[in-house]
């Protein structure tokens, strides 16, 4: 299996001017030979040999580098890998009929791939042209088994994408989920457990409208437009960090307790007509959400069963099977006019959630269980808070 390790790296003020250069000699490979291939593509098109292979073009740059000797400075490995992707691109265009490969700017995402020659000693990650090595947080070891790296830059800092190859093994959890995604809450599981929300980007709002009120008023062009560029891009950033954080932290507690889990199939057309909920949605980064935990799951040999959003898991009682057309958004509790089950309105979707998955794949519905402890002590442990919502207080503890 290849897992992916992101480490942030703090290159000193040399390190930097030249991972600036990879990036820029990367994207001028790229488009230097797009448009090489394209210009051969046009001569040859009555030639048996209508277009270049990736080997052509390998040695055409070795050409290019007597020439535009500035190229010399940057890893090899990484100017050839930027033609291998090139080749990907258009053979993915020919065969698959996906977008034509076009220039990239330098507006776009930067980024270099390393395909080998990496080390790590210390906190420092060394790979070719940078001997010295590059300073990273060690927050976490940096596995032995690297298949390539990625370097990206995001506004002012860089990082590292480790892929490794691991065997290790990762254990399936055991329980069953349904997952009521929400506004009041994060998530509900049908277990009775409630995530709260983070809600990063309404606690930076202010922060933002305010700098972005000031950028609005900044000339044109100007430096100290600029600068203010910046500093609502690193807004933006700091709102992205966290939800990532939060997102990772919560998905690995879920993957690791539960070894199913059902959900509904998040239809953002029919969500965002509600504006206060379409801005919880985003806030909250569900989709990032569902896709970590997904992947977690399949990691441990665990199963994401999704179920339609037409399925009426708010409206439905979750005890008797009656169907109350009146609920409100507003109704905070579920009161079931037929058989008297009242109970809060999001544990009550999540248990329908998961008994219409288990119904869609074959499987009984399993009976009532309360609140199911290690979930509790997941959470604990990733610093993540809850609020349990059965009737009956349990004691949670890790
Ligand atoms: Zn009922």
Not at 1 to 13: G, H, Q
Not at 279 to 300: A, C, N, P, T, V
Not at 378 to 385: A, P, Q, V
Request: aromatic share 10%; charged share 30%.
């Amino acid at each position: 299996m290849i897992k992916t390790l992101k480490v942030r790296l703090y290159p000193d003020e040399n390190q930097r001017i030249l991972l600036e250069k990879h990036f820029g000699s990367c994207r001028f490979v790229w488009n230097h030979f797009l448009e090489v291939r394209n210009k051969y593509y046009v001569g040859h098109k009555k030639d048996k040999k209508k277009g270049l292979t990736v080997f052509d073009t390998m040695k055409m740059l070795t050409t290019l580098k007597k020439e535009i000797t500035w190229l010399n400075e940057i890893n090899s490995q990484s100017l050839q890998h930027s033609l291998v992707e090139l080749d990907k691109a258009f053979k993915s265009f020919f065969k698959h009929n996906t977008a034509y490969p076009a220039f990239k700017s330098k507006k776009d995402k930067q980024y270099f791939i390393i395909p080998s020659g990496f080390k790590v000693k210390g906190n420092r990650l060394i790979v070719p042209k940078f001997k010295e090595g590059i300073k990273y947080r060690d927050k976490s070891s940096i596995p032995e088994n690297i298949k390539q790296i990625i370097i990206t830059r995001d506004v002012d800092r860089y990082y590292a994408s480790i892929q490794y190859e691991t065997n290790e093994e990762l254990v399936r959890g055991n329980a069953v989920a349904g997952i009521d995604m929400g506004v009041k809450y994060f998530l509900t599981t049908s277990d009775g457990i409630a995530i709260e929300p983070i809600n990063t980007y309404r606690k930076y709002e202010k922060k933002l409208k305010k700098e972005q009120r000031r950028l609005s008023i900044k000339e044109k062009g100007s430096e100290n437009r600029k600068k203010q560029i910046v500093k609502v891009k690193k807004l933006y950033q700091k709102i992205r960090d966290a939800r990532t954080d939060f997102n990772h932290k919560i998905s690995t507690a879920i993957a690791k307790h539960y070894g199913t889990v059902v959900v509904e199939d998040l239809n953002t057309q029919g969500m965002t007509q509600n504006h206060k909920l379409a801005k919880s949605i985003s806030d909250q980064g569900w989709y990032q959400f569902r896709r970590m935990l997904e992947y977690k799951l399949q990691w441990r040999g665990g199963e994401m069963i999704e179920i339609g959003m037409f399925d009426p898991s708010s409206k439905m009682c979750s005890g008797c099977g009656n169907i109350k057309h009146d609920l409100k958004l507003s109704d905070r509790i579920y009161h079931c006019d037929v058989c008297g089950l009242t109970i809060d309105r999001d544990l009550n979707a999540s248990i329908n959630i998961r008994n219409m998955g288990l119904i869609k794949v074959g499987k009984g519905i399993p009976e009532f269980t309360p609140v199911e402890i290690p979930l509790a002590g997941y959470l604990n442990r990733e610093g993540i808070s809850y609020v349990s919502l059965n009737q009956e207080p349990q004691i949670l503890e890790g």
